[in-house]
């Protein structure tokens, strides 16, 4: 994975300290123009990896892309489902079941569902299969080596103990997208602790890493503790606190933690993404001259 | 250990079930839920132990308190014996259809001495617990108006009918949004006692009302503005705020950001003359077990803690929801007339 990877909360208006900036991202991005002119922005700085949620809009962006292989080359697209939105106000809508019905492709829920309580263990499986392809199907012909699974939907596993799906998340991503699975979470040691019990070893997470203490559940000590153990390959996010931390600070004390292999964030200006490129590189060098002298 | 057994997995009850599976100290004894597919995963994937019948798993699993999630009318029967057979209760919001039936189970909570919760989460976000510091500490002076709003998008267009969009089972943006809104000017002010005015506006939905709009008055003297309309697509999600204006300074509060204006130099710690701005991760505690916002494992914890005697439990008491009721009703009846 890149040092550095772009993320697309701008782009969507999540934001987690400001009701006001989040409209104010909203009216910006309000064409898909305006996302590609800053992902060009991101990509002239040296960064080619995109992380962004299976949000309806970056089917456009993904076409904008395959419009254009020879700019786009080399570059990646971390896809992170679902966009849980859509469910949860669909969940509110249809229920549970209204919901699978939805959008599980085919007629496989309504044939579950008339084939009474025997169901296999092997169905619900199948069933997230399904809704991983169809939640992939606006990457076709995108490169994409690393694929999310939603901190909501991995904690909701996580809470209720639903390890089976964590399992065949990761080996359906593996075997049918050739990809990496990763796992977004704000449960970092409980987390690692459960998929190394299945089996799941030196995994990708992306989590919540920053110097306040925001999102990281368990508490800073004890994520620092995971970390020097070494035992997951970290894309660091809400490395800014949710802009509670000022960024220089912020992001000198990620790039100064060992293991972690990236840093994710989102900005929408030019002097933004350049200033937060060029300070990760700053730190990363003192680190490295540190690494050489001793 | 606190035993812990839940009545219906839906959308909320899976968020709980989910912040209780992963508390260090509780144990999951029991789910019921009615949809068979959602008993069979959980059975399943979870290893619960699942029951058709609420009463059967109270008898049979002998928790120590009971989570209900399940719609609004269904509250006042169940809770009702769940009380009567002496466990601890938390229940979701609103807290029933009408005040008499919060009253009687109000009464009845006290009565047995169990600890009893409503999940009015926003008193667990760190800007209003803040706020609500703040106007207890009289810092802003008398307040002379205040304006409550929640906007959203959960009817955005004419759909599928579900309870939430029938008034018989506590359907509507009153019931299920205002709610909450009118919950946080009890907590903060005081409890809205009079209501000159009010407007319940159907949108997109047949039989219930899509937007409020009252005019209220609470018990210490304040009076002020309730905008709610959870038909308002230009949010992501619900986004709930309350300002509050004073003969000494104004304060502007949603769930992420606090704004703070002073007139004078009689200032709170931490707090200087004119606009000071304070964002939820500066006044948010760490939780253990993060899903989907720390209020939300927050108001659990307190639950759990109440349980095992590790607080005042006086969050949220049925109490507290009983006087949310009593003004919802103000407002419904007002727009009637």
């Given at each position: ?153 991995t904690?909701?596993l996580l809470?209720?103990?639903?390890e089976?799906?964590l399992v065949?998340y990761a ?10 699975p990763g796992f977004?979470t704000?449960?970092l040691p409980k987390l690692l602790n459960v998929l190394e019990k299945n089996g799941i070893y030196n995994p990708i997470i ?25 035992r997951c ?62 | ?337």
């Open positions: 994975m890149e040092r550095i990877i772009f993320g697309d909360n701008q782009f969507f208006a999540v934001n987690h300290i400001s009701d006001e900036k989040s409209r104010a991202q909203s009216i910006k991005f309000k064409d898909d123009s305006a996302i590609i002119k800053t992902l060009d922005i991101a990509i002239a700085s040296g960064i080619n990896t995109f992380m962004c949620t299976t949000h309806d809009r970056i089917a456009n962006i993904c076409e904008i892309i395959r419009k254009d292989p020879e700019k786009y080359k080399d570059f990646k697209v971390y896809p992170c489902m679902p966009y849980a939105h859509k469910y949860a106000n669909a969940v509110t809508e249809l229920g549970i079941a209204g919901t699978l019905k939805q959008y599980v492709p085919g007629n496989f829920v309504t044939s579950l569902f008339k084939g009474g309580v025997a169901y296999l263990s092997k169905d619900f499986i199948s069933i997230m299969e399904l809704m991983i392809d169809a939640e992939m199907k606006m990457f076709t012909g995108i490169n994409t080596p690393v694929i999310f699974l939603q901190n909501v939907i904690d909701l809470g209720l103990g639903m089976d799906f065949g080996k359906y991503i593996r075997q049918k997208y050739n990809a990496e977004i704000m449960n992306c989590t919540s890493i920053n110097k306040v203490n925001f999102r990281m559940s368990g508490g800073k000590d004890l994520y620092e503790k995971v970390l020097s153990e070494g390959r970290i894309i660091a996010m809400q490395v800014l606190g949710g802009g509670a931390i000022p960024a220089g600070e912020a992001l000198e004390y990620v790039s100064n933690l060992p293991n972690v292999e990236s840093i994710l964030f989102g900005a929408s200006s030019r002097q933004n993404i350049e200033n937060t490129v060029e300070t990760i590189h700053h730190y990363d060098k003192i680190k490295n001259e540190k690494l050489v002298m001793n | 250990m606190v035993k812990v057994a839940l009545i219906g997995a839906g959308k909320m009850g899976l968020s709980h079930l989910s912040i209780l599976g992963a508390h260090p100290n509780v144990e999951i004894v029991g789910v019921c839920d009615t949809s068979k597919l959602v008993v069979e995963v959980l059975e399943r994937y979870s290893g619960y132990k699942c029951f058709p019948d609420y009463l059967k798993m109270v008898d049979e699993s002998r928790p120590d308190a009971v989570f209900v999630s399940v719609p609004t009318k269904y509250h006042y029967p169940m809770v009702k014996e769940l009380l009567n057979k002496g466990v601890h209760v938390f229940t979701e919001k609103p807290f029933c259809l009408n005040p008499e039936e919060s009253s009687e189970l109000a009464q009845l909570a006290k009565k047995t001495g169990v600890v009893n919760q409503v999940g009015y989460h926003n008193k667990f976000v760190g800007t209003f617990r803040e706020v609500k510091r703040l106007i207890t500490e009289g810092s802003i002076g008398e307040i002379t108006h205040f304006q409550g709003e929640a906007h959203g998008p959960v009817v955005v267009k004419k759909k599928s009918e579900t309870w939430r969009s029938d008034p018989n089972e506590g359907g509507g943006c009153l019931m299920d949004y205002a709610s909450h809104v009118i919950d946080l000017i009890n907590d903060i002010i005081s409890p809205i006692d009079s209501c000159k005015g009010s407007m319940l506006k159907s949108i997109y939905s047949k039989n219930v009302d899509d937007s409020v709009y009252a005019l209220v008055s609470t018990q210490s003297g304040p009076s002020g503005v309730i905008s709610v309309n959870w038909s308002d697509d230009t949010y992501r999600k619900m986004s709930t705020s309350i300002t509050i204006i004073g003969t000494e300074g104004k304060i502007v509060s949603d769930a992420n950001e606090l704004k703070v204006y002073f007139k004078g130099e009689n200032l709170p710690e931490n707090y200087s003359k004119g606009w000071n701005v304070k964002y939820v991760t500066d006044l948010t505690e760490e939780v253990n077990f993060y899903l989907r916002g720390e209020e939300y494992s927050a108001q659990i914890d307190y639950f759990i803690n109440a349980v095992i005697g590790a607080n005042d439990r006086n969050i949220n008491t049925f109490d507290s929801a009983w006087k949310t009721d009593k003004s919802i009703s103000l407002i419904k009846k007002q727009s009637i007339l």
